[in-house]
């Protein structure tokens, strides 16, 4: 390398390092900004050091050699910082998508735990009920008729909660993995809410609640499985009714919103705190104290899993399902397209399909 070649390099590093140092500087300044602004400042520094090296080695004076660096380097500019822009735009969607993507698979573990634990410590309870009332019988600890016939309806009532709790997990994994089909057509909902009612008017009489239903005069029709839809709906009534107080009133009130249906379920009970509206439909959520469903009243014992179970049913029906205080109590509001859309499959919505809390059946 002969001297010349070696001024020319110095020049060059001579100049160029403080143009380089001052784009660091720079692009640690912005380093909050957008990720585009960065991107164009990572184009921009290498240009201008670029410049200012080819202008040092020219004696610093404006040659023609210089005019046509300049017009090849702004040339440069002009194609590469559009491009910078579109890669900076690019890559935040994609930083964005796959923190959410993240934040998602964090969550959707965290609830499979909290899931496992939950339904480990419920599915406990009831085994443990059996045994011990088993063994009871079995070392004829009681002999009384009368005895016998209550150990016999507790191992029964148990051995169907169990059998509940095992079919709500199968549901609610056929949900979590995409796997459940519906057969939608077209049906009255106002039917389906009277069936809800009957089945359920024994239970809310023997609780003291007062089951009411407030529907218009002419069908009200939404494409749904008439099957699902009963489902949530006993799951939200029964809900309703064993967080309302003796002498308490729950309502089921239709309303047609033109392209949609709107299916509410109205109580007056103690509402739901504000910290728990946020995850009411989360897995394994427990809003209250108790660890396990009360069987009180004559009311049927759930899983556990009554809201997550909804949400996932309402979701396959490309509808909403959504909870809220009101000045009377709580309202759990499920809306339903009149037409048929496409369900909700992204990754978003599969990652809440399971989700439930406490106050549930």
Do not use: C
């Not at 300049?70 to 890669?87: D, H, N, Q, R």
């Amino acid at each position: 390398m002969n001297t010349e070649t070696l001024r020319i390099f110095a020049v060059a590093l001579a100049m160029t390092a403080p143009i380089a140092a001052a784009g660091a500087a720079v692009i640690y300044l912005i380093r909050g900004m957008s990720l585009r602004a960065n991107m164009v400042a990572i184009i921009l520094v290498p240009l201008a050091a670029t410049f200012t090296a080819i202008f040092g080695v020219s004696g610093f004076m404006f040659t023609d050699d210089s005019s046509r660096v300049v017009a090849v380097l702004a040339a440069v500019a002009l194609v590469t910082a559009p491009l910078a822009l579109l890669l900076g735009h690019l890559q935040a969607k994609r930083t964005v998508w796959e923190r959410q993507m993240r934040a998602q698979e964090r969550a959707a573990e965290h609830s499979r735990r909290e899931l496992i634990a939950w339904v480990s410590h419920d599915l406990r309870t009831p085994l443990a009920d059996i045994k011990a009332l088993a063994e009871a019988l079995s070392d004829q600890v009681v002999t009384s008729p009368d005895e016998i016939a209550d150990f016999a309806r507790e191992i029964d009532t148990n051995t169907i909660r169990l059998s509940q709790m095992v079919d709500d997990l199968f549901e609610m994994s056929r949900i979590n993995s995409g796997a459940m089909t519906l057969e939608l057509e077209p049906v009255d909902v106002r039917e389906v809410v009277d069936e809800v009612t009957t089945a359920l008017g024994g239970a809310a009489r023997r609780a003291d609640i007062s089951l009411g239903v407030v529907a218009p005069n002419t069908p009200v029709v939404a494409t749904a499985s008439s099957s699902a839809l009963s489902r949530v709906l006993t799951n939200l009534v029964v809900n309703a009714i064993a967080h309302t107080g003796r002498g308490g009133s729950v309502d089921l009130v239709v309303a047609d919103l033109g392209a949609s249906v709107s299916i509410a379920v109205d109580d007056d009970g103690s509402g739901i705190p504000d910290e728990d509206l946020p995850r009411i439909f989360e897995v394994a959520y427990r809003g209250t104290t108790s660890r396990s469903p009360v069987n009180a009243d004559g009311l049927p014992v759930g899983s556990g899993m009554g809201l997550a179970i909804a949400r996932g049913l309402i979701e396959a029906h490309a509808g909403e399902i959504v909870a809220a205080n009101t000045e009377r109590g709580s309202r759990f509001e499920v809306v339903l397209p009149h037409t048929p859309r496409a369900p909700r499959t992204d990754t978003s919505v599969r990652a809440e399909l399971g989700r439930s809390a406490r106050r549930i059946t």
